[in-house]
């Protein structure tokens, strides 16, 4: 029997950022050359952001404070604080995150107590203390002394995936697992002005958020709502460790993000799926969606600039790519059993 997702809960911190009013301070930061100031009206610009969600209340204009260690209201200065006072923010702010994203994945998750949980697994790559949030998040929930705590560390934007993984394998182990899976990440402590494309980009994308959720293998009540988790699957490519990298710096933690990933994504993506699909009915992969957590600027490049979030692909008929603006997608083969994207 297969491992359900029996709750998803998320959270963001109240302090909100408007895309435009963040690219503009961002352009007028000195030092700036011509090219930086090129990125920046173009990775914000076609970014599809609107809003993001900050820990750092300080980072709009909207408040000012006497001795502003991230951001100056009145000068519209962005300072650069050292990775320690962006560390010692993250530790007070990730933790409160953390606590409060588990207790409401323990209240939407019926008939499951915090007394049932037996393994708790924490996720995120923005910042470190120790005891850490899986410690904080069983003694705020009073959860079994017994508990198995788990903590993915440095793993980067896809550790959610294996979170998941483990929290499904914990269950297939023991058919009485309840597992606790708690991801944030805290990306806007590390923004910075810097005349690098990398990190204008890492700056135009990230925000501040958690989610958790509870696995179990105990059957959801009637009604009630369950994702089943069928099948896992890890691909390493042999190209793309030096297109996405993430290390610390004496001014925050420091990103790598190459133009090169969407590539890496296309010529690989097929071959990652194919394993999900071994034994099912469709020889190949029905359906294929291909999206970075980062938003489309970094998602799987197609011409005149479009994003293409969805590959159709029947047995029957030849590959079928949605791309364009979803207003104006296309198909070009009459049906797909799938229907996952909007051309069907």
């Keep these: 029997m297969a491992a359900f997702l029996r709750s998803l809960q998320t959270l963001v911190p109240p302090t909100v950022l408007v895309q435009d009013e963040v690219r503009e301070v961002f352009a007028s930061q000195p030092g700036l050359n011509r090219l930086a100031q090129r990125i920046i009206a173009t990775s914000f610009g076609v970014s599809g952001i609107e809003t993001r969600h900050t820990v750092i209340e300080e980072l709009t204009r909207s408040r000012t404070s006497e001795d502003p260690e991230f951001f100056d209201a009145e000068t519209g200065a962005l300072r650069m604080p050292g990775t320690k006072t962006r560390n010692d923010l993250y530790t007070e702010a990730a933790s409160n995150l953390f606590v409060e994203a588990a207790r409401r994945a323990l209240a939407g998750a019926a008939g499951i107590e915090a007394e049932d949980v037996t393994h708790v697994v924490t996720v995120s790559c923005t910042g470190f203390y120790a005891p850490g949030p899986d410690f904080e998040i069983a003694r705020e929930l009073s959860l079994p002394a017994g508990v198995q705590r788990y903590h993915l560390g440095f793993m980067g934007c896809y550790a959610a995936m ?38 204008i980009v890492a700056s135009s994308l ?72 071994s034994g099912r009915s469709h020889s190949r992969p029905p359906w294929t969606t291909a999206m970075p957590p980062h938003g489309s600027r970094t998602g799987p490049s197609t011409p005149a600039g479009a994003t293409s979030s969805i590959v159709c692909r029947t047995d029957w008929g030849s590959p079928r790519a949605s791309s364009g603006p979803p207003a104006r997608r296309s198909a070009t083969t009459a049906t797909c059993p799938a229907r996952r994207c909007s051309s069907c």
């Design 206 to 277: 990230f925000s501040d958020g958690v989610a958790a959720g509870v696995v179990s293998r105990r059957t959801p009540p009637e009604g009630g709502a369950a994702l089943r988790l069928d099948a896992f699957e890890t691909v390493v490519t042999p190209v793309g460790d030096d297109a996405m990298a993430w290390t610390i710096g004496d001014h925050g933690f420091e990103m790598v993000l190459s133009s090169y990933v969407p590539h890496i994504i296309g010529d690989h993506i097929e071959g990652a799926l194919r394993p999900l699909f």
């Design 162 to 199: 294996p979170a998941l993984r483990a929290a499904a394998q914990f269950c297939e182990a023991d058919p009485d697992a309840v597992v606790l899976v708690v991801s944030a990440e805290l990306c806007t402590l590390h923004l910075r002005s810097s005349n690098d494309p990398d990190t």
